[in-house]
Each structure stands twice: as structure tokens, then as C-alpha cells.
């Protein structure tokens, strides 16, 4: 099993930034595809922003602009860099990894934003 675990998030106002870590406790150039997933209060967890080995990405419609995912396979480490924060970014954000048929996620990070 591969334990992931996040961290970077707080309380930040309306524009601010933040920087999401992922941690593996292995490599991650192994890992098929990486993600960032968030759940908003009363809502249903979605795919925020992807990453595959590769380094191909995707993102979000609502975070297109303002996020951008990346890794850094020296560290095990995936980022997410979040610029212009809205309080609709409020939630818990979750680090995704797919290695084979194991899909690991971490314990997540809180993300609040104050308008």
C-alpha cells in the first residue's frame, strides 16, 4: 500500500494563494495518473485537477486559469498551486494516485476561503 498525505491548506482570504503538497511514501513516477480531489460542505467529492506520468493535464472548468498541478518525481511530491482563491474553493482536498489496480488516497487537507 502507498500512503499519501497532504498539506498546505488553511484559512486564506478571497484572492489569496495556496499551495497543496502530496507526499508519497514511494515513488510517484510509478503512479499512472495523480489527482486533486476536493468535497465542498454538503457536496459531492469532484476531480479538481489531474496529472498522468507523463505530465499531461486536465482541469476542473471552475479552476481552469487559476490552479495548475504539477509533480516533482525527485521528491515523490504532487503540487497544486491555487491562485485567486473564491469562497466557492472552500472544502477538503484529496491526493489521488492510481498505481495499477490500487487507488490510494490521502486523509486530506482543509482549504477555507473568507470572503
Known amino acids: 500500500q502507498v500512503q499519501l498525505v497532504e498539506s498546505g491548506g488553511g484559512l486564506v482570504q478571497a484572492g489569496e494563494r495556496l499551495r497543496l503538497s502530496c507526499t508519497a511514501s514511494?515513488?510517484?513516477?510509478?503512479?499512472?495518473?495523480m489527482a486533486w480531489y476536493r468535497q465542498a460542505p454538503g457536496k459531492q467529492r469532484e476531480l479538481v485537477a489531474a496529472?498522468?506520468?507523463?505530465?499531461?493535464?486536465n482541469y476542473a472548468d471552475s479552476v481552469k486559469g487559476r490552479f495548475t498541478i504539477s509533480k516533482d518525481d525527485a521528491k515523490n511530491t504532487m503540487y497544486l498551486q491555487m491562485n485567486g482563491l473564491k469562497s466557492e474553493d472552500t472544502g477538503v482536498y484529496y491526493c489521488?494516485?492510481?498505481?495499477?489496480?490500487?487507488?490510494?488516497w490521502g486523509q486530506g487537507t482543509r482549504v477555507t476561503v473568507s470572503s
Open positions: 514511494r515513488s510517484i513516477f510509478r503512479f499512472n495518473s
Open positions: 489521488n494516485g492510481v498505481w495499477g489496480d490500487m487507488n490510494c
Open positions: 496529472i498522468t506520468s507523463g505530465g499531461s493535464t
